[in-house]
């Protein structure tokens, strides 16, 4: 079965799929943000991400949710699509214990999203404003990069400078040793 990827768009969707979703979009309208986006089937899978890099002519990244084993502090990092993500070299880099995947119901209560649909966009959110913003430093490097609208059929290309300007949030910057699959 293809995957399918509209084409691309500007402006936000006519429905909204969730709260936080809407958000997004009422903000980046708010702040000014010039962004695109593209609608799909649900972004997932490597196989997926590669659909979508073709369809904005941009790769795309990924985004996790993490938190300490007590479940109160939590780390929101952005990395590669492609390159696999080590619990033990993400936490050396920080100088934190390691760190385990936010399950779903806390990635709903601080993002607003389901998995697959974790955004930074999350971040303009009340409930993830302790919550650490962390990125590889060469995609904080990228001009624009791809990223859910809080929903894993809805992606949105935007400039690094405007998502760091809109969430009020500079990244910490760390170095992902491991190598792209």
């Not at 079965?1 to 903000?27: D, L, N």
């Not at 490597?46 to 993490?66: H, Y």
């Not at 399950?103 to 998995?115: K, S, V, Y």
């Not at 009020?168 to 992902?176: A, Q």
């Amino acid at each position: 079965m293809e995957f399918y990827t509209s084409e691309i768009m500007t402006g936000a969707p006519k429905e909204f799929k969730t709260e936080t979703q809407r958000m997004i979009y009422e903000r980046l309208e708010k702040d000014g943000i010039e962004y695109t986006r593209i609608e799909s089937d649900p972004g997932i899978s490597m196989d997926d991400c590669l659909n979508i890099d073709r369809a904005f002519g941009i790769n795309t990244v990924k985004t996790i949710l993490l938190t300490n084993r007590q479940k109160n502090k939590f780390w929101l990092y952005v990395t590669h699509a492609r390159k696999p993500f080590i619990t033990k070299e993400f936490g050396a880099s920080l100088g934190i214990p390691r760190v385990s995947f936010a399950d779903e119901e806390l990635m709903m209560h601080i993002l607003g999203t389901a998995h697959g649909a974790a955004t930074p966009f999350g971040l303009i959110r009340a409930e993830a404003k302790d919550v650490k913003f962390v990125m590889d430093r060469d995609v904080a490097a990228r001009e624009k990069i791809v990223i859910t609208d809080g929903d894993p059929c809805g992606f949105i290309a935007v400039r690094n400078e405007d998502l760091f300007r809109m969430i009020g949030k500079e990244p910490v910057l760390i170095e992902n040793p491991a190598e792209c699959q």
